[in-house]
């Protein structure tokens, strides 16, 4: 008789399951801020609300409200979120969004023990948001959450109480009974050159004690997330499936930007087609050149992390195989989409879905939907940011491709292909025998790394992992011989 078992995969408890309260967090597509103003009816003595705001106003794309379990939004928590809204910033709204949802913990966490944000008793640990610290320290214990995630939501609860207060939202007379206390405290931190120095910083008790930094897995570098550089062996096999033309001519040459440049995915995605334009009329002009740089951030089309400048190095090669897409009809047709906003021009993104959508939308697009030249398409729909899940989905395709040739391959995330443009670096530079002092430099400046201990893993990640495999080898040599001589 043959028995099969069902292998069960327990799924992780996210901190949502943890509560019985139905408060959750909704989108608007578009918002724009405005004020009510009192406005004569028909009668004299007759006046009514209206909404107003300027006719060139903006647009804040993927608005979060925070509406309580009965539905109704939770008035002095959005109350909170209108006060945050600077710019329409993709970036910043992207901040907002996660300080709803932290928040909305907060309410459900409220709503579950029937607790009102200003319950503030004499006793401080039986303020609420005392309590509900001690609520998040039992589950950063019980469940596999990071200190930093959970440090993350106390943030936004202090950071809300603070505001709430400023914006004089609450009457001071509510606030008597501090909800959590002011600890000034001196740091020491690093300059860019390495320098150290020490600084005062004011913080608060409604944070859990932890590393400051996060120690990486073993065989995974911290670089704006633990990222696994893929080894050549893992490189030769994604090259090879291209090849097998496994990945679409758009994945293909994203990886291939990333790889050569070490971009993150945001800039490799909001590069315009004059990005390469532009590269292509430098090495035109100048046939001695085989790389050239392409600016992201600033004021530069292509994003980067917090809008800070970063140079990418592109190759002659890879520039002149992006001009050759850019003329191909298949690029040309998906810039021709209904969706595409910047239409066939030199503005539009470099790479496109299948529908004209963005990968990933840039934050130009924002600032240039209010003002659009004539050539663009102004008929487009209504502006949805794109978050890279196309993306993420054909490199899941593309992978799983992959494995039913080769089941052994192990999954990567595109960021990962930062960290592997690092230590392709690294480890061609030590083969030709440059100093760590000089490859120090080379990766620092073309990852445009801030912190000098982030550049260091990379120049120490291979000596940590050889050191480590040298020791579980004679680890393993210790135990087997001592089989072996029974």
């Known amino acids: 008789m043959m028995y099969f078992y069902k292998e069960t995969i327990k799924l992780r408890t996210t901190i949502n399951d943890l509560f019985n309260s139905r408060a959750r967090v909704i989108y608007l597509t578009s918002f724009y801020r405005g004020k009510l103003v009192w406005i004569k009816g028909?009668?004299?003595?007759?006046?009514?609300?209206?909404?107003?705001?300027?006719?060139?106003?903006?647009?804040?794309?993927?608005?979060?409200v925070i509406l309580q379990s009965n539905g109704l939004p939770w008035d002095i928590g959005n109350a909170y979120l209108l006060g945050q809204l600077d710019r329409p910033n993709l970036s910043n709204m992207k901040t907002l969004s996660s300080r709803a949802i932290h928040l909305k913990y907060y309410l459900q966490y409220l709503e579950d023990t029937d607790q009102h944000f200003l319950d503030?008793?004499?006793?401080?640990?039986?303020?609420?948001?005392?309590?509900?610290?001690?609520?998040?320290?039992d589950i950063l214990y019980s469940l596999d959450y990071s200190a930093e995630y959970i440090n993350n939501i106390l943030s936004t609860v202090a950071h809300f109480y603070t505001n709430i207060s400023y914006?004089?939202?609450?009457?001071?007379?509510?606030?008597?009974?501090?909800?959590?206390?002011?600890?000034?405290?001196?740091?020491?931190?690093?300059?860019?050159?390495?320098?150290?120095?020490?600084?005062?910083?004011?913080?608060?008790?409604?944070?859990?004690?932890?590393?400051?930094?996060?120690?990486?897995e073993l065989g995974k570098l911290r670089d704006g997330g633990s990222?696994?550089?893929?080894?050549?062996?893992?490189?030769?096999?994604?090259?090879?499936?291209?090849?097998?033309?496994?990945?679409?001519?758009e994945l293909e040459l994203m990886i291939r930007i990333a790889l050569e440049t070490g971009a993150r995915q945001q800039?490799?995605?909001?590069?315009?087609?004059?990005c390469i334009k532009d590269a292509c009329l430098t090495l035109e002009n100048d046939l001695s050149l085989n790389v050239t740089t392409i600016n992201a951030g600033q004021r530069f089309k292509a994003d980067s992390k917090g809008?800070?400048?970063?140079?990418?190095?592109?190759?002659?090669?890879?520039?002149?195989?992006?001009?050759?897409?850019?003329?191909?009809?298949?690029?040309?047709?998906?810039?021709?989409?209904?969706?595409?906003?910047?239409?066939?021009?030199?503005?539009?993104?470099?790479?496109?879905?299948?529908?004209?959508?963005?990968?990933?939308?840039?934050?130009?697009?924002?600032?240039?939907?209010?003002?659009?030249?004539?050539?663009?398409?102004?008929?487009?729909?209504?502006?949805?940011?794109?978050?890279?899940?196309?993306?993420?989905?054909?490199?899941?395709?593309?992978?799983?491709?992959?494995?039913s040739d080769a089941p052994t391959f192990h999954d990567f995330s595109f960021h990962d292909l930062r960290a592997t443009a690092?230590?392709?670096?690294?480890?061609?530079?030590?083969?030709?025998?440059?100093?760590?002092?000089?490859?120090?430099?080379?990766?620092?400046?073309?990852?445009?790394?801030?912190?000098?201990?982030?550049?260091?893993?990379?120049?120490?990640?291979?000596?940590?992992?050889?050191?480590?495999?040298?020791?579980?080898?004679?680890?393993?040599?210790?135990?087997?011989?001592?089989?072996?001589?029974?």
Request: aromatic share 10%; net charge positive.
């Open 42 to 64: 028909k009668n004299s003595e007759e006046y009514k609300f209206c909404f107003s705001h300027p006719h060139n106003a903006d647009c804040f794309p993927k608005m979060p």
């Open 120 to 137: 503030l008793p004499k006793l401080y640990h039986e303020r609420a948001p005392q309590k509900f610290k001690a609520f998040m320290t």
């Open 167 to 216: 914006e004089s939202l609450v009457t001071e007379e509510s606030l008597e009974n501090k909800p959590f206390s002011h600890i000034q405290k001196t740091i020491m931190t690093t300059n860019k050159v390495g320098l150290a120095k020490s600084i005062d910083v004011i913080t608060n008790d409604l944070r859990i004690k932890s590393s400051r930094r996060p120690i990486p």
């Open 227 to 249: 990222l696994r550089p893929l080894t050549l062996d893992e490189q030769e096999v994604i090259f090879h499936a291209f090849g097998k033309s496994y990945a679409s001519i």
């Open 267 to 274: 800039s490799v995605c909001t590069l315009s087609i004059s």
């Open 307 to 403: 809008g800070r400048l970063n140079r990418l190095m592109f190759s002659r090669d890879l520039i002149y195989d992006l001009d050759n897409y850019i003329n191909c009809e298949r690029a040309e047709t998906r810039r021709k989409k209904e969706n595409s906003f910047y239409s066939d021009t030199i503005d539009n993104y470099l790479f496109l879905t299948r529908d004209g959508n963005p990968y990933l939308s840039a934050q130009r697009e924002i600032i240039d939907r209010r003002n659009p030249k004539p050539e663009w398409n102004s008929k487009v729909s209504v502006m949805i940011p794109k978050n890279g899940q196309s993306l993420r989905n054909e490199l899941k395709r593309f992978i799983s491709r992959i494995q």
């Open 422 to 486: 690092g230590m392709n670096i690294v480890r061609s530079m030590r083969a030709q025998s440059y100093p760590d002092s000089k490859i120090f430099d080379h990766v620092r400046q073309r990852l445009s790394h801030r912190d000098i201990k982030t550049t260091e893993m990379y120049l120490n990640f291979d000596s940590e992992l050889t050191e480590f495999n040298d020791i579980q080898e004679a680890f393993g040599s210790m135990f087997y011989k001592g089989e072996n001589d029974e």
